[in-house]
């Protein structure tokens, strides 16, 4: 069973979250002078990411990159990459360096781009959908266990059934290269699902969670 931390509330969740994250990009700008965080997009993480930009670091030397991206328009409402700028990168954080990964305008052009110069993260935070979907890893999807398998490419690109828009994703192969992988749940239902994944339901964030080294889930009602 994977180390589960209940919060009394997303605010608690958020801000032990970002000093977590900081003091582990931290010690990795001790250890190697650079640090690499990979964060999921969706409508939960702005709370997190906002305390983090807040959290004192050599932020010049912190590298931001995505887990999933959205295929649209860097400017289109469901745009990770927005996301990460509007609720991250200000402030101090303003000085890190971003890699989206969607270039806006070529799905294959952006996979190969990210796929050449995809570079392990210290930190991954992802969020799971209710339906067990982790990163852009959704049951059902084509390409699904080709993604899930620990092999291959660092990135593809899925084709969600039941959700908007084309995805570019990591797969198992680089999440699983990851120094540590936290699951930030909110919600009694996102909890259930879990505890089902936990139980073994064949879930993509079951499967995630079960391969990578270091991980653990941090919960919020
Ligand atoms: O691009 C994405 O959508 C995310 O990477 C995805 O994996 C997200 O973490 C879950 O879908 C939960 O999203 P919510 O936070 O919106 O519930």
Known sequence: ML????????ASRD??????????LAEALRRTGQARLDVSGGRSPAGWLRALSRQPLDWGRVTVGLVDERCVPADHPDSNAALVRRALLQGPAAAAGFR???????????????????????????G????????????GAAGLEAALSGQGPAFTVIEPPAAAHRRLTQTLAALRRSGWVVLSLDGADKRAVWQ????GCDLPVARVL????AAEVRWAP
């Open 196 to 199: 089902a994944a936990q139980r």
């Open 128 to 139: 799971m959908g209710e339906d067990g979907h982790t990163a852009s890893l959704f049951p």
């Open 3 to 10: 180390p589960f931390h209940d919060y009394p509330d997303r």
């Open 100 to 126: 989206p990964l969607y270039d806006g305008h070529s799905v294959g052009r952006s996979l190969a781009e990210a796929g050449a110069s995809f570079i392990p993260a210290d930190v991954t935070v992802l």
């Open 210 to 213: 079960g391969a990578v080294p």
């Open 15 to 24: 801000c032990a979250l970002a000093v977590d994250v900081a003091a582990r």
